[in-house]
């Protein structure tokens, strides 16, 4: 017999921005939730991103749509939910080069968030080098303390740091340490599954964040090939992701990051490091996140053979692993997709709501039995 104290109605396994935004979610539909982690609250990538909430740009494509929709949601459940913790500065998007300039012009006609043409005159604090080809402004992106947020949306959630399995099955219910609950949902990032789920290939991209001191005029956010927040309260934000097998070291890495960050606004060049803070990135190869119910491999290989292609993502003959769900992929945009993606992953959780067939981790099952294997 479980003692009552163990047990939940949902435990989320990984307490970055992806678990966070799914157990608040459950938590507001009535579930009795219980956020574990093996290190604490943010102690993944979460807790290293610089946080910035940016659209995506691109030719209209699913990507962009969806990121940008989940963008939109962000910025409204950030200023309603964590308001101390949202700023809403603004970003200037430019070129890294020529040839990326004449993609921003191919993009300009689909961008579906409030946007201005960048001119010099409106941003004196960056360098005109920087500007010759332009960019796009826009005034609603923000960007948000991991840390701050995550701690107002786990204000009335159960946690438990320092626990990582196993997870198993006992009773029809899933058990982690001494704790129990009908639903698990496997929100770990970048790091192993804690089970074997053959289908999905978790990958990971090395990223860094700087945050500076500076009394640099800097009143909006810059995206080029770093980052560099708006300076709030004399605190300044840059960062940068790096390709998977970077040789330098992190130091050497460092070091670029402030160059170019000056380079870039030159009123930072007596800056001092606060603190450098990095992580991976969890991404999977087609970039959208993922979500939802896990299926059986084994049984779905024995039941469905190779996939027919009229068999789409979320069909009810796909067999399961009972209550088992997940949330991941958000690669270097884990908190514009957490909000939108934790709510989606809750309404599956309570009412089987089916998930949209682009972000459905069935889309990963049905890719591998096709290659039948
Ligand atoms: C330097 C850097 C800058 C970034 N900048 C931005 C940005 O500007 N904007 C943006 O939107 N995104 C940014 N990102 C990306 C963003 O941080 C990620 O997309 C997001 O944090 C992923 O969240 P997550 O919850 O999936 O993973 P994580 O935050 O990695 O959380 C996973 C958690 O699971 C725990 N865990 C793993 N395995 C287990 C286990 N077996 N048992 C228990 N716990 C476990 C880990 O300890 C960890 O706390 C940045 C990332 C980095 C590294």
């Not at 949902?10 to 459950?26: P, R, S, Y």
């Not at 300039?101 to 360098?127: G, M, N």
């Not at 009908?182 to 074997?196: C, E, I, R, Y």
């Not at 380079?263 to 992580?279: E, H, S, T």
Request: charged share 25%.
């Amino acid at each position: 017999m479980t003692n009552n104290r163990f047990l939940f109605d949902t435990i989320v396994l990984g307490a970055g921005i992806a678990g966070v935004c799914t157990a608040w979610w459950l938590k507001k539909a009535g579930h009795r939730v219980l956020l574990v982690d093996k290190k604490g609250l943010l102690a993944g990538a979460s807790g290293a991103a610089g946080a910035f909430l940016s659209p995506r740009l691109g030719k209209g494509g699913d990507l962009q749509k969806i990121t940008n929709e989940a963008y939109r949601f962000a910025l409204d459940f950030y200023a309603q939910k964590a308001p101390e913790s949202f700023f809403q500065k603004g970003l200037v998007r430019l070129p890294k080069d020529e040839a990326d300039a004449k993609r921003f012009i191919a993009y300009e006609p689909f961008i579906d968030v409030p946007f201005q043409k960048v001119t010099a005159e409106e941003f004196p604090h960056i360098d005109p080098e920087a500007l010759r080809w332009g960019g796009f402004y826009f005034p609603d992106a923000a960007f948000v303390d991991p840390t701050g947020v995550a701690e107002t949306l786990v204000r009335d959630i159960e946690t438990a740091w320092g626990i990582e399995g196993p997870v198993r099955q006992t009773e029809g219910l899933w058990a982690v340490g001494k704790y129990r609950a009908k639903n698990l949902v496997l929100a770990t990032g970048a790091a192993q599954l804690p089970m074997a789920i053959p289908y999905i290939q978790i990958g990971g991209v090395w990223g860094e964040r700087v945050d500076v001191r500076s009394d640099a005029a800097i009143p909006v956010t810059l995206h080029q090939k770093l980052s560099v927040s708006a300076n709030v309260d004399g605190f300044v934000r840059i960062g940068a992701t790096h390709v998977r097998h970077d040789p330098r070291s992190e130091i050497e890495r460092v070091n670029q990051l402030i160059v170019d960050a000056v380079k870039l606004v030159p009123g930072l060049k007596d800056q001092q490091i606060v603190r450098i803070f990095a992580g991976h990135r969890a991404s999977v190869n087609d970039h959208f996140p993922l979500v939802g119910a896990m299926a059986d491999y084994e049984a779905a290989k024995a039941k469905l053979g190779c996939a027919p292609k009229s068999l789409k993502p979320e069909d009810p003959a796909i067999p399961r692993i009972e209550n088992l769900y997940i949330v991941n992929g958000f690669g270097g945009r884990g908190f514009v997709f957490g909000p939108l993606m934790g709510k989606i992953a809750a309404e599956k959780i309570v009412h089987d709501t089916s998930v949209d067939a682009r972000i459905s981790a069935d889309r990963y099952l049905l890719r591998r039995l096709r290659k039948g294997r």
